[in-house]
């Protein structure tokens, strides 16, 4: 029993980080058309960050958590403005083919700086052990698992409440009929970008909370299990995102205590096949219909 | 209009093409069987030609058909075990190698079937998500198929080893010659337009009465087919297999020789997957940037010129021929063949 319990917990942890990203994914998706193949490799950037500031330079915790949030902010906005909004007109391909492109460029970068071995990051947060009938909960995963929902929240919010939202919900509706209506795209894409390489940053600290280390291809599979998320939990939509994000982090926490967590990232693509078969628009997703 | 002005007769452009093709090989094979090119160099050449035919065979899915796949190196590595495991089961016999890299195609174009009907109904980025999700399947599949089955297949991380070394600079171009071929031909049938008209707009095509479909499955399983092929002359060549040659990382350096050349563009692909494999090999010391000049070389290339350094242009020796014949004749014609046909689409295209 206490085994089922921790491994849901661990289950919820993981799916809460890759929750958090699935929203970056989901609302960049959302507005431009683009995986963004980049997002997951921001994480890796802000991860580095915190270990640079908290190893290298000996700085407090709460400073590296601060330092790495807008790194990750800063990098994806200047990620767009650089590669991404000089193909606004390009085909789809063109713009997907980029963001490998830039995906692979912060990767390697990474390695040629720092090396390809993994660098162990030390604990950004620290609390005590929640104690919740008899059971351990470590004081991360809970931290995690609230901050995650959190953000599902304050999103929803910002995207149904506010004025930003409403131009974000326009931009991603028809661009070019948002331009007439006085609308600002291009301040509005940067917006959106902002916002969810923010939530990578966090989901970047979160993550080191969880697994300590910082490696020049953590971001790739982290990136691509969080794409899933988007699409299980139906891309575009945010909650659909959170959903997406817990049932993956609970299918690998299930696959690995059956003991089979070799073939974890088989079986997160072999769900994603089956979704994307099945039903492409995902959990929460609406579905499209083609204008010729 | 396009008036197709070919001065050389078609039975003579083919048979051109074929004896240089031959001269080629000639030449080149008694250099490395005389021994003026090293072992290691003639190791480099055929791993040129297996880089050309896995970038010929991606333009086909990419640049004629539209389409992004991610996995191009899971039926690499399909066809690589495949033929692998054909070769150590029955070596010596001179017929098996040949009938090992057939093998080897023929399943990978299986795969490229079984992959390509759901994943082909799903556009862009989904399919590229997709195809690129199959690509780490078969990666994880070839990794643990052995513990669960209980036997030495794959054999995992170890690698499959003592694979006889029979990709020969021959064969291998051989290969490159029957890919280009085929892949040209197709492209200049009314199947190869069919399948162009996809890549233009798949909603017109579909409503001119062409099965999307069955074409886009059709370039799809070709382009796999090759992808196989390539796999098994790699698996000769090296020796030895390990399933993280295949990862998500070498689908990305073929899509790089694509884009690079152009996509759309055979001469393009060749090119490229000519002197992308050829560098690092030459400039050892250059291995470590080498990804980082990939990968920031992508960006540029997409955002200064989206459509690759050679466009769609087609490189044509006949083309080339008729324009020096026309120059001689002093008719003032502006070109011939092939590149005007290639030149009016681009003015038409604008």
């Known amino acids: 029993m206490s085994l089922v319990f921790s491994q849901l917990i661990n289950g919820l942890q993981s799916g809460s980080i890759y929750a958090l990203i699935a929203i970056g994914y989901s609302m960049v998706y959302g507005i431009i058309l683009l995986l963004n193949f980049a997002h997951g ?84 947060i620290t609390g005590p052990a929640l104690d919740i009938g008899g059971q351990h909960i470590g004081f991360t995963a809970v931290l995690t698992i609230i901050v995650s929902v959190v953000a599902m929240i304050g999103l929803t919010f910002l995207i149904r409440k506010t004025k930003m939202g409403k131009a974000m919900r326009a931009v991603s509706e028809d661009m070019g009929t948002a331009q007439l209506m006085g609308i600002n795209v291009n301040s509005t894409i940067s917006f959106t970008f902002a916002v969810g390489s923010a939530l ?29 998320a988007a699409v299980l ?23 690995s205590a059956i003991g089979l967590s070799v073939w974890k990232d088989g079986v997160v693509f072999a769900i994603l096949i089956i979704v994307l078969i099945f039903k492409p628009t995902g959990i929460m997703g609406k579905k499209i219909n083609e204008k010729v | 209009m396009i008036k197709k002005s070919t001065i050389i007769p078609m039975p003579l452009r ?84 040949p009938l090992a890299l057939l093998a080897g195609g023929l399943v990978a174009a299986l795969f490229g079937i079984l992959i390509g009907i759901p994943a082909l109904k799903l556009k862009g980025d989904y399919l590229a998500i997709l195809t690129l999700g199959f690509g780490q399947i078969i990666m994880v599949v070839l990794l643990n198929i052995d513990d669960v089955l209980g036997f030495k297949l794959t054999r995992g991380a170890a690698g499959l080893q003592k694979i006889p070394k029979t990709t020969t600079f021959l064969i291998t171009f051989i290969c490159v010659g029957i890919t280009c071929f085929v892949i040209h031909t197709i492209m200049k049938s009314r199947h190869g337009r069919a399948i162009l008209s996809i890549r ?28 196989g092929v390539a796999g098994g002359l790699y698996a000769g060549n090296i020796g030895i297999l390990n399933p993280s040659a295949f990862g998500f990382m070498k689908s990305i350096e073929i899509l790089v020789m694509v884009v690079l050349g152009g996509m759309g563009s055979m001469f393009g692909s060749v090119l490229s997957g000519g002197v992308l494999t050829a560098l690092p090999e030459l400039l050892r010391d250059f291995d470590k940037y080498r990804m980082v000049v990939y990968s920031l070389v992508l960006v540029v290339v997409m955002i200064f010129k989206p459509t690759g350094l050679m466009g769609t242009y087609d490189f044509s020796l006949n083309g080339l021929l008729d324009k020096l014949i026309l120059r001689l004749k002093g008719g003032k014609g502006d070109g011939g063949g092939k590149a005007v046909l290639v030149e009016k689409e681009g003015k038409a295209n604008e």
């Open chain 2, 200 to 227: 233009e707009n798949e909603i017109a095509a579909e409503s001119c009465g062409i099965n999307t479909t069955y074409y886009k499955t059709l370039g799809f399983v070709v382009s796999a087919f090759f992808a």
């Open chain 1, 41 to 124: 490799d921001i994480i890796m950037v802000g991860a580095y960050v915190a270990w640079l500031v908290v190893v290298n330079l000996s700085l407090p915790p709460a400073l590296a958590i601060a330092l790495a949030i807008i790194a990750c902010t800063l990098l994806g906005v200047v990620i767009e403005k650089v590669a991404y909004s000089p193909l606004r007109k390009a085909p789809r391909l063109s713009l997907l083919i980029t963001a490998i492109g830039i995906s692979f460029l912060l990767e390697n970068l990474a390695q040629l700086k720092f090396g390809a071995g993994a660098k162990n990051v030390p604990a950004l």
């Open chain 2, 14 to 97: 083919y048979l051109i093409n074929i004896v240089l093709f031959a001269a080629f090989l000639f030449v080149m094979n008694t250099l490395i069987t005389g021994g003026t090119i090293s072992k290691y160099y003639s190791g480099v050449i055929s791993s040129i030609g297996i880089s050309i035919i896995l970038a010929v065979s991606l333009n086909m899915a990419t640049g004629y058909l539209g389409q992004l796949p991610l996995g191009h190196a899971g039926f690499m590595a399909v066809g690589a075990y495949t033929s692998a495991l054909i070769m150590k089961a029955a070596a010596g016999s001179l017929i098996t190698f």
């Open chain 1, 233 to 255: 939990g139906g891309i575009g939509s945010i909650p659909g995102a959170m959903i997406g994000g817990f049932a993956i982090g609970i299918a690998e926490a299930i696959v």
């Open chain 1, 200 to 228: 990578a940053g966090i989901g970047s600290v979160l993550y080191s909370c969880a697994y300590p280390q910082a490696a020049p291809t953590m971001g790739s599979m982290l990136g691509l299990k969080a794409f899933v």
